[in-house]
């Protein structure tokens, strides 16, 4: 068993998140433990409650890794030409996806107790991730009235293109329709991209 002084505690931060995060890859969220990624870097669990306040703490801080790693693939297909940057786009999102399904669904099973909240850098790291997207986009998004809107854009594409993923990596997307998922992925992004915001609702007519 290792002892304490063998690590810096930045350095055994990064092990503990990176063997939890290895953990989740082979069994996800029901795999997770304190004691488990405590074994696996060689240290007791109370070493790591003297770094995470509890396991849930830990996979939040997973969790924002795998985001990080998100926002970096997603900005290097967001540096390709405009007219490809869609299909490169997708590509990227499906391609991290498909890589550790079980790692990326621990972002989305992974419940915090009632009444506690996300801490505010994991909101700026997602905010960061959709901010990036919606500026790749944005030379393509020339028609949408406002940052707003298109941010609200890229919001509905994400939380559409989960749901197509979620469903591939079950294996569950065939009792909707034989269609390979990347397909959907690159018709969904292209016709809501193409269609434009949708027009403004006329104001109401009124009776005098």
Same mark, same amino acid.
């Given at each position: ?7 810096? $505690? ?18 996800? +969220? ?9 074994? @696996? #870097? ?10 995470? %306040?509890?396991?849930?703490?830990? #996979? ?25 940057? @869609?299909? @490169? ?22 419940? +915090?107790?009632?009444?506690?909240? +996300? ?10 991730? #959709?901010?990036?997207?919606?500026? %790749? ?11 707003? %809107? ?16 979620? +469903? ?13 998922? @990347? ?9 809501? #991209?193409?269609?434009?915001? %949708?027009?403004?609702? $006329? ?6």
């Amino acid at each position: 068993m290792a002892r304490r002084n063998d690590h810096a $505690p930045d350095e055994l931060r990064r092990l503990a998140r990176e063997a939890a995060g290895a953990v989740a890859r082979e069994e996800g +969220l029901r795999g997770l433990t304190v004691r488990r990624v405590a074994e @696996r #870097i060689g240290y007791t669990p109370g070493t790591l409650y003297n770094l995470f %306040a509890n396991l849930d703490d830990l #996979i939040v801080h997973v969790n924002g890794d795998t985001l990080d790693r998100l926002d970096a693939a997603l900005k290097a297909a967001g540096a390709s030409l405009p007219a490809e940057r @869609r299909a @490169r786009l997708v590509d990227a999102y499906f391609d991290f996806v498909e890589a550790d399904p079980l790692l990326w669904s621990l972002l989305f099973e992974h419940r +915090l107790p009632a009444g506690a909240e +996300l801490p505010d850098w994991y909101k700026a790291t997602l905010d960061r991730l #959709i901010d990036n997207v919606v500026a %790749a986009l944005a030379p393509l998004m020339e028609a949408w009235p406002s940052p707003e %809107a298109r941010r609200m854009t890229v919001v509905a594409l994400w939380a559409a293109l989960h749901g197509i993923s979620t +469903l591939a990596v079950s294996r569950k997307l065939t009792l909707v329709a034989a269609v390979p998922p @990347r397909a959907l992925g690159h018709l969904l992004v292209e016709r809501m #991209i193409a269609a434009g915001p %949708a027009p403004a609702s $006329p104001p109401p007519v009124t009776l005098s």
